[in-house]
T-cell receptor, first 116, second 112 residues
Framework: DVKVTQSSRYLVKRTGEKVFLECVQD?????MFWYRQDPGLGLRLIYF???????EKGDIPEGYSVSREKKERFSLILESASTNQTSMYLC???????????????FGSGTRLTVV | QKEVEQDPGPLSVPEGAIVSLNCTYS??????FMWYRQYSRKGPELLMY????GNKEDGRFTAQVDKSSKYISLFIRDSQPSDSATYLC????????????FGAGTRLFVKA
């Protein structure tokens, strides 16, 4: 089974802190994604990466950055956490290379981040 | 107008009922249509995947895509309490999946 592992299930951080969310996938998938999920708003794409050291902004990148130094690992960084970044953060991966058929995502279990 | 509309529910049905979940969309360029199931405090898991129009069946689950009406459905036959979850529709308009759009999700309760 493909596994996408997020390092923390629950996190509580203070406003202004720098926060790192880690994600590791074990099936050699090409692409990795970070989403946030909020009630009534669904899943919104923050950033994605289609190759090592490559990153692309999604729909809501403000206040976030990412790092992909190795194929299996994709980190989301909140530069200075704010209360409006309290959310469920979901990491996902997909196998296909650019231009190949897409067969959906494999998601991690999520990190519920609370910023106080 | 949102690109994908999905009734958030909640939808409550008795065990054994046939469940119908639906999404409408506005962008005719979508080619890949998916349904994800998400249990409470878990990440979504891919349940059904369809390319273009047509039906796909997997056990008790059937996914339908009607591109002419811009309407997709998920049917669950003989629903079970273990089907209680949030169901998310999702659509993608290119082969990379890099711009997948998700519905807000429908919360389903199946009562024993």
């Amino acid at each position: 089974d493909v596994k996408v592992t997020q390092s923390s299930r629950y996190l509580v951080k203070r406003t202004g802190e720098k926060v790192f969310l880690e994600c590791v996938q074990d099936m050699d998938h090409e692409n990795m994604f970070w989403y946030r999920q909020d009630p009534g708003l669904g899943l919104r794409l923050i950033y994605f990466s289609y190759d090592v050291k490559m990153k692309e902004k999604g729909d809501i990148p403000e206040g976030y950055s990412v790092s992909r130094e190795k194929k299996e690992r994709f980190s989301l960084i909140l530069e200075s956490a704010s209360t409006n970044q309290t959310s469920m953060y979901l990491c996902a991966s997909s196998l296909n290379r650019l231009g190949e058929t897409f067969y959906g995502y494999t998601f991690g279990s999520g990190t519920r981040l609370t910023v106080v | 107008q949102k690109e994908v509309e999905q009734d958030p529910g909640p939808l409550s049905v008795p065990e054994g009922a046939i469940v119908s979940l639906n999404c409408t969309y506005s962008n005719s360029a979508f080619q890949y249509f998916m349904w994800y199931r998400q249990y409470s405090r878990k990440g979504p898991e891919l349940l059904m995947y369809t390319y273009s129009s047509g039906n796909k069946e997997d056990g008790r689950f059937t996914a339908q895509v009607d591109k002419s009406s811009k309407y997709i459905s998920l049917f669950i036959r003989d629903s079970q309490p273990s089907d209680s979850a949030t169901y998310l529709c999702a659509m993608s308009r290119n082969t990379g999946g890099f711009k997948t759009i998700f519905g807000a999700g429908t919360r389903l309760f199946v009562k024993a």
